[in-house]
C-alpha cells in the first residue's frame, strides 16, 4: 500500500505537469461523481494528507483520492495516451491545453467535495509529518492516549499519526529496538515520533533514498526487517521473524521483527 512519503512525491510530480494549468478535457469515472466533466477547469493546486491526496479547482471543488491497494497515477506527455487495455481501468482523467494527461488508474476512493469541506474526507486524520501544520506535541499525545495499544498497531492507526503504513511501523521499531506488541505506554513515544518525522521526510525529499531505512540502496537490503522474514538481520544476523496479521487490523498486515535487536520485554 502506498504509505504517506509516496503520495507525497506523487503529488510534487502532479504539480508539475497539473498546476496552473487549464484543463482541455477529462471527467471522472469513479465513485459518486462518476460521469462529471473537467474541461474548463483550472488546477489550483495540490495537497497531501498522509495517504489522501487532493487536487484543488477553480471550480471551487477538490477531487480526493486515496491509492489504497490498487490505484496508481500516471501522466503522458502531448499526443500520448495509456494502452487501450487499461481504459476500463482509469477513473479520473486530467488533459491539459498543452496536451498532458493525468491519468489516475485502478483507483478506489474517488470523491468530488467543495474545498471548503475537505474536513469531511481528512478531518478524522491525525497529524502528517511531512505537512507543514506538522504537530509532534499533539502526535504525542495521540499516540499516547491508548497506554496498553501495542506500539506497531498505534502506529497503523492513521487517526493517530498520518501516512506511517506497514513499512514504516516495523522499520519504526525496528530503529527504536521496540518489539512490536510492547504496550506504547512503557516506551519513549517522544523518541519514536522524533524518528518517524525525520525518516519519513527524507524518504519523500533525498533523492534516492525513498523507502530506505538501512542507508544501503542495493537489492535486499533497503530495509532492515520489513519482508526480510527467515533472512539474516542486516544488524546482528538473527533470523528475522514474522507474524501474518496484527492484531485488531481488518487487512491483516504482516509484522516483522529481529527477536535479538528487538527483544520481547
Not at 479547482?57 to 491509492?67: A, I, N, P, Q, R
Not at 481504459?87 to 474517488?110: F, K, L
Request: aromatic fraction near 4%; hydrophobic fraction near 40%; charged fraction near 25%.
Amino acid at each position: 500500500m502506498p504509505e504517506g512519503d509516496s503520495v507525497y512525491r506523487l503529488a510534487a510530480r502532479l504539480r508539475a505537469g497539473l498546476d496552473g494549468a487549464r484543463l482541455a478535457g477529462g471527467e471522472l469515472r469513479g465513485g459518486r461523481a462518476a460521469g462529471t466533466r473537467l474541461a474548463g477547469v483550472t488546477v489550483l493546486g495540490h495537497d497531501t494528507h498522509g495517504k489522501h491526496l487532493l487536487t484543488r479547482f477553480d471550480s471551487g471543488d477538490t477531487l480526493h483520492t486515496h491509492l489504497r491497494m490498487t490505484g496508481s497515477w500516471t501522466v503522458t506527455g502531448p499526443g500520448k495516451r495509456l494502452p487501450r487495455r487499461m481504459d476500463p481501468d482509469v477513473r479520473v482523467r486530467m488533459q491539459t491545453a498543452s496536451g498532458a494527461t493525468a491519468w489516475g488508474v485502478g483507483i478506489p476512493v474517488v470523491e468530488l467535495v467543495p474545498t471548503r469541506e475537505e474536513h469531511r474526507v481528512v478531518g478524522h486524520l491525525g497529524p502528517d509529518p511531512l505537512r507543514a501544520d506538522w504537530d509532534p506535541a499533539e502526535a504525542q499525545r495521540r499516540l499516547g492516549a491508548d497506554p496498553a495499544r501495542p506500539v506497531v498497531a498505534a502506529l497503523l492507526d492513521q487517526r493517530l499519526v498520518a501516512g506511517l503504513g506497514n513499512l514504516w511501523a516495523n522499520e519504526l521499531c525496528f530503529l527504536r529496538g521496540l518489539f512490536p506488541w510492547r504496550p506504547v505506554g512503557d516506551i519513549d513515544v517522544a523518541a519514536l515520533i522524533a524518528t518517524a518525522a525525520t525518516t519519513l521526510h527524507s524518504s519523500a525529499t533525498v533523492p534516492g533514498l525513498f523507502q530506505t531505512t538501512t542507508g544501503v540502496t542495493r537489492r535486499g537490503e533497503r530495509h532492515w526487517v520489513a519482508g526480510r522474514a527467515h533472512r539474516p538481520c542486516l544488524r546482528c544476523g538473527t533470523l528475522v521473524r514474522v507474524r501474518a496479521e496484527v492484531a485488531g487490523d481488518p487487512e491483516q498486515r504482516r509484522t516483522w521483527w529481529c527477536p535479538r535487536c528487538q527483544p520481547e520485554p
